[in-house]
């Protein structure tokens, strides 16, 4: 069984985090994928009210992403902002600096269209969501492995439920469009 959860984490991309946008900001700093994301997500003048359902604060790293992200989704559930301007205008002031620093995040011209901006947000943020179940089934693959060198069926049972449950979540996100 654990021989295939690792094929199953082979499959959707492996687990090596969230560090594999190769981008840099205005600064020439490093840009991870979840602080691109959130650049995007600010930059659009509308709310992807989608994403905000799919993608939750624990799928981020980061941990200032993730409280970023988390008081966003507040905010959207709270006040249903009609645009992100509203959104900034929400926060606290102590993630002014972190706002700053996503505005200076290179993003292409090209997601000035709404449209591109929007698929954009939303693919980069179903990724984000993917590789957050894999580092999930990741987890569930070493403790599998630990059941099953201890033979103790009943956690094994209980995994493998686990497993196949978080899997078909990851089904269903890579049919999300």
Do not use: H
């Amino acid at each position: 069984m654990a021989q295939a959860v690792e094929k199953k984490m082979g499959d959707i991309g492996g687990t090596e985090g969230q560090r594999d946008i190769a981008g840099k900001d205005r600064e020439g700093q490093n840009t991870t994928m979840e602080d691109y994301f959130l650049a995007l997500f600010l930059a659009g003048d509308r709310i992807i009210a989608e994403i905000a359902k799919i993608l939750e604060p624990e799928d981020f790293l980061g941990e200032r992403q993730r409280l970023f992200w988390g008081k966003i989704r507040d905010i959207i559930n709270r006040l249903q902002p009609k645009n992100t301007a509203k959104i900034i205008g929400s926060l606290p002031k102590d993630f002014n600096d972190f706002v700053d620093q996503l505005s200076l995040i290179n993003i292409s011209p090209a997601f000035s269209e709404e449209e591109l901006w929007a698929q954009e947000t939303f693919q980069v943020g179903r990724r984000i969501k993917r590789k957050s179940l894999a580092r999930q089934l990741l987890q569930i693959s070493d403790s599998l492995k630990e059941a099953q060198r201890k033979k103790d069926n009943d956690k094994i049972l209980m995994l493998t439920t686990k497993f196949n449950k978080l899997s078909e979540k990851l089904r269903e996100v890579r049919e999300i469009t």
